[in-house]
């Protein structure tokens, strides 16, 4: 199986950036399609976007088409989630996750997740 650690979560303003990062081990991460959910507070766990193993295929959420850009590094066993022009509803935790299926899902290994915060 494989652990995930996400990172380069924080307090930005809106209109703002931040890059999200999640890093993977135990397993070759290029087996994996990978994933980027969120939650924001009082709601359900909602996908945000997700890539193929070879990076070539993408998937976006309608609301972050634009604005939010996903990629992975297989020699750094490394996802990545850009996030530009950030509102206060992209407020919530990011989760990272992973599927041996394709990058429709299901995904069933998942980070421990990492909070962005955007402020009006």
């Known amino acids: 199986q494989v652990q995930l650690v996400e990172s380069g979560g924080g307090l930005v303003q809106t209109g703002g950036s931040l890059r999200l990062s999640c890093a993977a081990s135990?397993?070759?991460?290029?087996?994996?399609?990978m994933g980027w959910f969120r939650q924001a507070p009082g709601k359900e766990r909602e996908f945000v976007a997700a890539i193929n193993r070879s990076g070539g295929g993408t998937r976006y959420t309608d609301s972050v088409k634009g604005r939010f850009t996903i990629s992975r590094d297989n020699t750094k066993n490394t996802v990545y989630l850009q996030m530009n022009n950030l509102k206060p509803e992209d407020t919530a935790v990011y989760y990272c996750?992973?599927?041996?299926?394709?990058?429709?899902?299901?995904?069933?290994?998942w980070g421990q997740g990492t909070q962005a915060t955007v402020s009006s």
């Open positions: 135990g397993r070759t991460f290029s087996s994996y399609a």
């Open positions: 996750a992973a599927t041996l299926g394709n990058y429709y899902g299901p995904f069933d290994s």
